[in-house]
């Protein structure tokens, strides 16, 4: 079996010129990394002694370090802003030793089918700071659709608004530790019992990850008293497949009744 070499950068610096060599990929928690095929890999980047593992707010602009794992973003949301979709998302996700190594940065990067960070990601138009070969801002929807920008790249930075949403987070799952079939994550802003905005993202359709565009449409501008539960679970049409759905049409009404049932859940609260 080929050795691996490890490096260990202490500045960002040294990081950048690193993640521009071919074969050398950054090491977050390793999780990922543990399952894949390693054998076109030279060397890997262990990024736990960069500065990239804390939690700022600048001007409303929440920024995480992308070393910093799903543990420390759900301790210090909830400083930040204890109802916050993040901490919904993360707290629940797989179990407490893996949400201790799981990074924020190789959950972006990787972004499994059963991600529980990207809905909300997305949902809160994210965007990601890049170094290496690419550098500068992407929102995370670019991230996710340009391939080059993922190459010889690394993630510093995770940048969001802190803005007063509603949400809420659903995982469809069979035991308390399986990665998720399916997610839905939902933002809505609320004025005066009318919802006047609402994000809604399903991760683990054969898109990855698909906007609810309908039910969107059907509650922008509805007001509160005006929700048929019912309606909604009519508006999703998600197309599933792959290994872990073993009934796509079951997973598809499945999702419909569990939006229907957030959105109830949402509203009365
Ligand atoms: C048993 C198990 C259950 C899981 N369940 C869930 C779940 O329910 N929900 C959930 O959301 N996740 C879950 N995960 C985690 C998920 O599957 C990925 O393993 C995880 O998101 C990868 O993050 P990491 O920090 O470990 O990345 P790593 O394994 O270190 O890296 C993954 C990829 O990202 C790249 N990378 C790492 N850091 C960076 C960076 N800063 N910039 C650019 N590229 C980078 C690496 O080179 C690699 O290609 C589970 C994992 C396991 C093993």
């Given at each position: ?112 089918p ?68 399916f ?19 399903t991760v683990g359709t054969v898109l990855k990850y698909t ?27 998600l197309k599933f497949a792959g290994?872990h759905i073993?009934?796509p049409?079951?997973a598809n ?17």
């Open positions: 079996m080929k050795e691996l070499h490890w490096y260990y950068p202490e500045t960002l610096a040294d990081a950048e010129t690193l993640v521009r060599q071919e074969n050398v990929l950054p090491h977050g928690g390793g999780t990922g990394l543990l399952l894949r095929n390693l054998t076109g890999v030279d060397s890997l980047i262990e990024l736990s002694r960069l500065p990239l593992r804390s939690i700022k707010v600048v001007d409303h602009n929440v920024e995480i370090g992308s070393a910093c794992t799903y543990a420390d973003v759900v301790e210090k949301m909830a400083e930040i802003d204890p109802g916050h979709i993040l901490i919904k998302c993360l707290h629940h996700s797989a179990n407490t030793p893996l949400r201790n190594r799981i990074t924020i940065g190789g959950s972006v990067a990787m972004f499994p059963w991600s529980d960070l990207m809905g909300a990601l997305i949902t809160l138009d994210a965007m990601i700071s890049l170094t290496g070969k690419n550098s500068g801002d992407y929102s995370v929807l670019e991230y996710i659709r340009d391939k080059n920008l993922r190459a010889n790249s690394l993630i510093t930075t995770v940048k969001f608004k802190l803005l007063p949403r509603k949400s809420a987070h659903y995982r469809e799952i069979r035991t308390k530790s399986d990665m998720p079939t997610n839905h994550t939902v933002l809505l802003n609320i004025e005066k019992n009318k919802i006047v905005d609402c994000r809604i993202i906007r609810l565009a309908e039910a969107e449409t059907y509650l922008t501008n509805r007001r509160i008293e005006n929700i048929d539960v019912a309606e909604i679970g009519k508006l999703v049409n290994s073993d009934d049409e079951y009404i499945k999702a419909g009744i569990e939006l229907g049932r957030m959105i109830q859940q949402m509203v009365r609260s």
